[in-house]
């Protein structure tokens, strides 16, 4: 997709208001676990702990296009930029890229186990400390099971787990649990999902 992009005479934006700051282990930048260097990245929320503030990187090549005067909402001062700052150092001290490669590889096998447990979730997807359920009601089909989905919300609400909700027909299960979490913390939270699963089964 970046080549035929790029050949094309278009600018690659990476997008990483979800994705950036370790999210996906390891990295920086989701996009960087494909190699992949953007003309801009994007970026907001987590990068303050969500103090309102956003960032644009963009090449020099780029940036220099840009004259004159411009407006950003989040575009920062500098109290957000020093709560950006202090956030970034956290991550790099308590080495929490590394702690989402590791504890957001256990949290992919576990939710795995749950998929061979439980006919309704189709597919595990996701990297790090963003995973997903996609549940459908028929693997073969892959038949979106919206209706379940909002069952298991209600349920995992009830048992004290929260998540959300996404995917074009509203059938995919949305965690991004902090980067900082355990595995006892990721053990708890799929006792509470398979429970969950259990009580719509029934």
């Known amino acids: 997709m ?11 934006i990476s997008d990483e208001v979800q994705t950036g700051w370790g999210r996906t282990g390891k990295k920086w930048w989701g996009i960087e676990q494909w190699e992949v260097t ?10 303050a702990n969500g103090t309102p503030v956003g960032l644009t990187i963009a090449t020099a090549e780029l940036a220099d296009k840009f004259q004159g005067l411009n407006i950003a909402t989040f575009g920062g001062n500098p109290v957000t930029s020093v709560a950006a700052r202090a956030v970034i150092e956290v991550i790099e ?27 309704l979730i189709g597919e595990v997807r996701g990297m790090g400390m963003m995973q997903a359920l996609e549940l459908v009601k028929d ?43 355990t595995k006892a913390d990721v053990d708890e939270g799929i006792r509470l999902l398979d ?8």
Do not use: C, W
């Open 93 to 119: 001290e308590e080495n929490l890229r590394e702690n989402t490669f590791v504890v957001g590889g256990y949290f992919r096998k576990k939710l795995e186990e749950l998929q061979q447990k439980y006919a």
């Open 38 to 47: 953007p003309d801009i990245i994007t970026s907001a929320k987590s990068m």
């Open 139 to 181: 693997r073969q089909t892959k038949e979106p099971a919206a209706a379940e989905t909002n069952q298991i919300l209600e349920r995992t609400r009830a048992n004290g787990l929260l998540v959300g909700k996404g995917g074009m027909y509203g059938n995919v299960i949305r965690m991004a649990p902090p980067m900082n979490i």
């Open 195 to 202: 429970k969950s699963f259990g009580e719509v089964r029934a």
């Open 2 to 12: 970046h080549r035929i992009v790029k050949n094309y005479g278009g600018a690659y």
